[in-house]
């Protein structure tokens, strides 16, 4: 069984360098937001340079809201890959999360993979991961410990990838009982306990009944970005599994949009809410974080960059907060604070859902800074 699960992780770093598994109709809902004060303030009135970019979430101070999410570990190709991230978000005194600890619970071997990030990151903000799924068929709050301690993490991330189970040849796909499971780790737990979506998002109605049961964040992972149904699709066409290969197809883009997943959370629960799901550059990011989220995670952009060096990936990131800076100062924003309150106009599909699903996008163009 560990072979095999660490034979997927293999399997998914090379369909993700390799194929093309990016959402294919379906958007973050980005492109209908538009930062505004009459479109563009031409008298931004603040310096770039003296902009404020740092935050502090989760009790860590992080110098730009920006996180390199889950994305692998487990495998050998990953020692390098997490190695590199943790060394680029020590040097800029950002975060990271690692994937799925499962192979490594399951068989000590594959530990190293996992904690050379907190080798490579001995101050950084790092965020340990189990599975859903794992906790309704076996795991607990040994396990969750273990996944914590294995990297010395400040927090432990719960993942929720329904989708990605259900179209998977060794997909698990019982969650009854989860809601409760997450809560007693919550309870139990001395570091926060954040759940998070994979690519599929989060509705208004689950972000309340996780805050209800504890959890101290919600990662949205809305539809647009990478689609787990899209990776799942290329490992099944490589077996000539037609089933699978036609469940991948067929629910490529199944899934919540990233910007209304991310109003639905921030305009229903208080704890922070992390936007990531296709955020590919610093005016998504900017974009997501006037919409309220406390932190913006970015993957995919940085496994390529990953594979080469650390300073390949600082460079990346450098790039993005740039960016973030960037589209700040054309705001006239110079702190994470009064982007929060510059009026944002959502328009097209994401106004449309967000209206026939009770909420109000308008609010968030009459706000003044």
Known sequence: MNDSIEERKADHIEICLEENVQARKATTGFEDVSLVS?????????????????????GYKFSAPIF????????AKALKINAAIAE????????MGVGSQRAAIENQKLERSFSVVREKAPTAFILANI????????????EAKKA??????????????????????????????????????????DVPVIVKETGAG?????????????????????????????????????????????????FWDWGIP???????????????????????NGTDATKALALGASLVSVAYPVLQPATKSPEEVKKM????????????????????????????????????????????PELYSRRST
């Open 38 to 58: 009459l479109v563009h303030k031409a008298l931004p009135e603040i310096e770039r340079e003296k902009i404020d970019l740092s935050t502090t979430v989760f």
């Open 68 to 75: 390199v999410g889950a994305m692998t570990g487990g495998t």
């Open 88 to 95: 680029a978000v020590e040097e800029l005194s950002l975060g």
């Open 131 to 142: 599975g859903g799924p794992q906790l309704v068929s076996k795991y607990g709050i040994k």
């Open 148 to 189: 914590v301690e294995m990297i010395k993490a400040d927090a432990l991330a719960i993942h929720l990838n329904a989708l990605q189970e259900a179209v998977q040849p060794e997909g698990e796909t019982t969650f009854s009982g989860l809601l409760k499971k997450i809560g007693e780790i919550a309870q139990a737990l």
């Open 202 to 250: 989060i509705a208004a109605e689950e972000a309340k009944m996780l805050e209800e049961a504890g959890v101290a964040g919600i990662d949205v992972a809305g539809v647009g970005g990478t689609s787990w149904a899209a990776v799942e699709y290329y490992r099944a066409k490589k077996r000539q599994d037609s089933f699978h290969q036609r469940l991948g197809e067929t």
């Open 258 to 280: 990233t910007a209304i997943s991310l109003v639905e959370t921030v305009q229903s629960v208080s704890i922070p809410a992390i936007a990531s799901g296709g955020i590919r």
């Open 317 to 360: 990131l450098q790039l993005l907060i740039g960016e973030v800076r960037n589209a700040m100062f054309l705001v006239g924003a110079d702190s994470i604070q009064k982007l929060q309150k510059v009026p944002v106009v959502l328009t097209g599909k994401t106004a449309k859902w967000l209206r026939a699903r009770g909420f109000q």
